[in-house]
């Protein structure tokens, strides 16, 4: 029976431990200097974004259930919803679920439309693991909406003052003509998962500086204005918010596509923070400290 070379299983470890540190393209050879990227007001306001969001996601899908079906203009076309998730009871007595988008109708049992609780087929628009609370209670959801949804423009509001003052927006976040021209190859960089971890990894790049530019400056502002412009009193005293967005029911399907916009980024974000170096991404968003490969400190 050939013996485990433990040189070869040490190499193994240090292998498997550098993959998750830095990504599947770092070089194993390389020196590695450890640098001050992210400081501590910037680290505070992504983590309390992140819980924020997760609330107000989850809250707003409850919200949704009520009437779980999107609308083009100032009144609500039940006959000819943009989507809705409906429970449909079929010629067998089976309650199936139906998501239908403009034309097109899915069998979507199980998942939107009619999804199973405490062991029973029910006709709802997300499952209950989806929203809080589980249970279909419109009023409490609403309540966890509106009351994470201050915090979300106010930790918003912070950090476009941090933002602006400490010259962030300008130095880091707003996409410079170089961006532009160089967004091309870093879209096919990324699609080859070829991540830098030299001296570049110090900053944003192109397709990273666009995609935040994105999410700070259009998608986040959106849907702020789109959840103010579905309240009737504000509608009242601000009677621009409906005509700006083509009305209420245009806005509420606005807003219900800039959520789950976010929703993307977020889920892309998790996976190129993976793909780019777990621990390594990790520790930036924790400590502020991060690795480069190099040993200059300079850049």
Do not use: C
């Not at 130095?171 to 170089?178: Q, V, Y």
């Not at 700070?216 to 309240?231: N, Q």
């Not at 800039?258 to 892309?268: D, E, P, T």
Request: charged residues 15%; hydrophobic residues 50%; positive net charge.
């Amino acid at each position: 029976m050939q013996k485990e070379n433990p040189i070869a299983k040490e190499r193994g470890r240090f292998s498997l431990l550098r993959l998750l540190t830095f990504g599947a393209n770092a070089d194993p050879n390389a020196p590695h200097t450890v640098i001050f990227r992210h400081g501590l007001f910037l680290r505070l306001t992504h983590w309390l974004n992140a819980a924020i969001l997760v609330f107000m996601l989850m809250s707003g899908l409850q919200i949704f259930n009520a009437h779980p079906a999107l609308y083009f203009g100032a009144q609500s076309d039940f006959a000819h919803p943009a989507l809705s998730m409906t429970g449909i009871t079929n010629a067998n007595g089976e309650l199936r679920g139906i998501t239908q988008i403009g034309r097109w109708q899915l069998d979507t049992t199980g998942l939107f439309g009619a999804s199973n609780v405490d062991g029973t087929r029910v006709a709802r628009g997300f499952p209950s693991w989806a929203t809080i609370p589980g249970t279909q209670w419109l009023a409490l959801g609403r309540r966890y909406h509106f009351f994470f949804a201050w915090f979300f423009v106010a930790n918003g509001l912070m950090f476009a003052l941090w933002g602006i003052l400490s010259g962030h927006f300008r130095k880091d976040l707003i996409p410079t003509a170089h961006d532009v021209t160089a967004l091309p190859r870093e879209i096919a960089d990324h699609a080859r998962l070829k991540f830098a971890h030299d001296a570049r990894a110090r900053h944003y790049n192109a397709l990273q500086k666009l995609t935040y530019f994105i999410v700070l400056f259009v998608i986040a502002p959106l849907i702020v204005a789109t959840g103010l412009t579905m309240s009737p009193t504000l509608d009242s005293a601000f009677p621009f918010l409906p005509w700006l967005f083509g009305g209420r029911q245009t806005a509420r399907t606005i807003h219900f596509i800039a959520a789950f916009s976010l929703l993307a980024f977020f889920v892309v974000h998790l996976v190129m923070v993976v793909l780019s170096g777990t621990l390594n991404n990790l520790r930036s968003m924790i400590t502020g400290r991060y690795a480069i490969e190099g040993d200059d400190d300079h850049g």
